[in-house]
């Protein structure tokens, strides 16, 4: 049993992009490793999620109920006002924007995590009145904390909305 958790423990450091402490039991069921690729972090998992399958954070927090990587990249493909295929993940803690050709892997198993600004950037969701199941959420973004330049970087697999770059 120790030497089982010894090997767990490795592994997490090995794949750990900081060596923060996460919860690697989370990290190990869901992801395969982690790697640096273009302007940003990426994450592998284990398989496709399926849509409405809950994701987990590095922290072994359920996040956000996905919709396909795939999907998403046709949906940025379909509208001529998107700049490459930019779009947005918001996460229970942070809202990042991804771009799927800029990274090198499958779409549907990869998200690249940027910060092309160096400021962690808060979404405020909010519905209107008339959207009673929470379908269209609207969203304001707002810049934060100015990221300092040691600090560790998370990296969240998981999209939720969609938002259109003019």
Known sequence: MQ???YTLRRRARKVSIDNSSYKRVAFKKFYTDCCEDDGGY???AKRPFKYGEKLMDLNGKYIVEPLEAVKIL???????RLHRT???IKT???????????????????LLHRRTTGYNCKPTIYYTKEDT???NPKISIEATKLIKKNEPIVVYYGILWFLNIK
Do not use: I, T
């Open 3 to 5: 030497m089982a958790g």
């Open 42 to 44: 990426v994450l592998k």
């Open 74 to 80: 046709e949906k940025c493909q379909e509208n001529p």
């Open 86 to 88: 930019k779009f947005f």
């Open 92 to 110: 229970n803690e942070s809202f990042f924007c991804c771009d799927l050709e800029r990274s090198r892997n499958d779409p549907s198993y990869y």
């Open 133 to 135: 199941n929470k379908l």
